[in-house]
């Protein structure tokens, strides 16, 4: 049997096997130990009837070979698709060439520029001028208050509104370009949730890089918000007047986005880093399955459906219980932080509209302000639940 050829990819030991992927088109697996040996002797050139003669002699064991190849052509990690035959005929047909040349990654140098020693130095400037600003100028700290920059609630809320696109896109935009530095195809994409549109990057592609290269490119984004807070607070001190209010809310609005990675049972970037820290591959996963476990021991509780747990590494089953006991005092934070942020917003909200709407005239434009931001305030959430039923009855649809 003669040897299979395959794509370049990448070996990555870990706590409970391989990580073997394929990173330009971002599939991954684990292995056993020894199921990636016998991928390494197969992607070195070897023979399948070799291979499996090497593992028989090696681990004491038959493997089925044609299962196990048939198993890394669904990944594709095999060269044998249409796509590579075809690339085969365009670099002449029957002697296997060389790789087919990749366009150079782009923002790779950027990358390299946004984390060297230069830029750390600077950004460490930035963040202790910040610091120094919130201690000796008070007026600058976040509070409610500064999201109300202006007597128009209809300018507060499309200002911020507008604003939350290209912050949350620089949060992001940090992610790219730690995994670019590495190397790595992040890429950045924008998609719709219910509808909102989000900025999202996907960083499947560090499953490829050791553990301990993984933690920048998790942590990039809330250094993105650090240093956006504090170039804000920078400019409300040292700008022109007019630049002040609204800078300082824009930047209250990113603290509630970093207090917000810290709720780890939404699986935000401070989770990948816990994930990683903890040698986990399926946390939330297991999690979710073992609170599900202890609910159906209350009365009325539906039982819960068989769950897959093959996918679930032995540290997930171990540090499950530990997460479960941490979601649910996240819950308790997610309502602390609520509380203390979200309600002063509402209330700030309420006491300006209210007089306006009592006490204005009906040809005054702080009656006509208040009724527009009114409209907003609810349009959205009205639009908010329009959307969620039609997607829930889209969802229970593709479920039948």
Known sequence: MSAIEFHPLTFVDEADGVVVGRSDIQSYAVLPDDGAALLRRLAEGMALDEAAGWYLTEFGESVDIGDFIETLREL????????????????????????????????????????????????????????????????????????????????????????????????????????????????????????????????????????????????????????????????????????????????YTIVLRLVWQFYLFLRTDLYYVVTTLLGCTALHEATSAYLRGRLRRLPGVRPPDEVDDSAWSPRDRLMAPWFALLTICGGGFLLATAALAVVPLLWGFATRLGPQLAHGTAGGAGFWDSIVSLVLFFGDFALLLVVSRREAARNRKHRR
């Open 76 to 251: 594709g990690f095999v060269k044998d698709d249409i796509e590579d035959i075809r690339e085969d005929v365009e670099k002449g047909g029957a002697e296997p060439g060389p790789e087919k040349s990749v366009r150079p990654l782009r923002f790779r140098r950027l990358g390299g520029w946004a984390f060297s020693p230069p830029a750390w130095v600077a950004y460490t400037a930035l963040v202790t001028a910040c610091v120094t600003l919130l201690v000796t100028e008070p007026r600058l700290r976040p509070h409610t208050a500064n999201v109300f920059f202006s007597p128009s609630l209809v300018l507060v809320q499309v200002s911020l509104a507008l604003a939350q696109v290209p912050a949350v896109s620089w949060h992001e935009f940090f992610h790219v370009l730690a995994g670019r530095r590495l190397g790595l195809p992040t890429s950045l994409t924008m998609s719709r949730r219910l509808i909102y549109l989000v900025v999202e990057t996907h960083l499947d592609a560090l499953y490829s890089v050791p553990r301990r290269k993984r933690y920048l490119p998790f942590l990039a984004g809330m250094l993105a918000d650090v240093l956006l807070f504090s170039a804000l607070t920078v400019l409300a001190a040292t700008g022109p007047s007019w630049a002040g209010g609204p800078a300082l809310a824009v930047a």
